[in-house]
């Protein structure tokens, strides 16, 4: 079996991990992260070094990989300078083995599909996304490159997710909704509205509540407050 590389050594890459494991089919050489020291383990695995480290590695015959941070933005950021420095270092993609997944689902390099997650017929999803634990994707559905789902996640039929958007924590949208580009839908929120580019959304039913940046941290406790309010 290939030797491959996880690029991350946080809560996120021990779920990919032990996905990787089930199925079966690469050995993890090991593990890659700036914030973490060489030598240290997650799950067994050690962390090898920085991503300026992949050149070498490659050079050793590990040449594939999966990008194992949860943040879209930071994925998106990694995978740039993973090619900037590696660019021909190969992205694999994970599927848990107990996800259920129509033959007419089109899905992209990269991305990570966990455990008990469904997608149906004709669903397209893009380049390293994330389907979280338990997501129901609906048929003709797209989400665009570096977007995710959080646990629970369910979505109708003909939605279109925009590149980089995170849906959180149980959240609901209903069939033909539009979500933009680098948006974020609160936890436990139902869409029933399009929600443009770079905004907040939640509440049931959800509302636009202000304007995003990109990069800005969604990851995080203060991310629901008002900053008009503050």
């Known amino acids: 079996m290939e030797k ?27 593990l890659i992260d700036t914030f973490k020291p060489k030598g240290s383990k997650l799950l067994r695995y050690e962390v090898l070094g920085k991503e300026e480290d992949i050149l070498s590695l490659m050079k050793q015959g590990v040449r594939k990989g999966v990008i194992a941070i949860g943040n879209n933005w930071v994925r998106y950021q990694m995978y740039l300078k993973i090619k900037s420095i590696a660019p021909d270092f ?33 669903a397209q999803v893009g380049d390293f996304c994330i389907l979280n634990t338990g ?8 989400m665009k490159e570096f977007s995710s789902l959080a646990p629970g996640a369910t979505i109708g039929g003909n939605v279109c997710i925009g590149k980089g958007t995170a849906i959180s924590l149980g ?4 069939q033909g909704i539009m979500v933009g580009e680098y948006s974020v839908v609160g936890a436990g929120s139902v869409i029933v509205n399009n929600i443009d580019d770079y905004k907040l959304a939640y509440g049931v039913p959800a509302r636009e509540i202000r304007t995003v940046k990109k990069g800005e941290r969604y990851l995080s406790g203060l991310w629901g ?4 309010k503050e």
């Open 135 to 142: 997501v129901n994707l609906g048929h003709d559905s797209v």
């Open 90 to 122: 190969e992205f694999i993609t994970v599927v848990h083995p107990s996800v259920v997944i129509s033959p007419s689902v089109m899905m992209g390099e990269g991305t990570v599909v966990l455990a008990s997650v469904t997608i149906n017929a004709e």
């Open 171 to 174: 959240a609901n949208i209903i």
């Open 4 to 30: 491959i590389l996880i690029i991350g050594a946080s809560g996120h890459a021990k779920v990919i991990i032990e996905t990787i494991e089930l199925n079966n089919n690469y050995v993890i050489h090991g």
């Open 225 to 228: 407050v008002d900053k008009n």
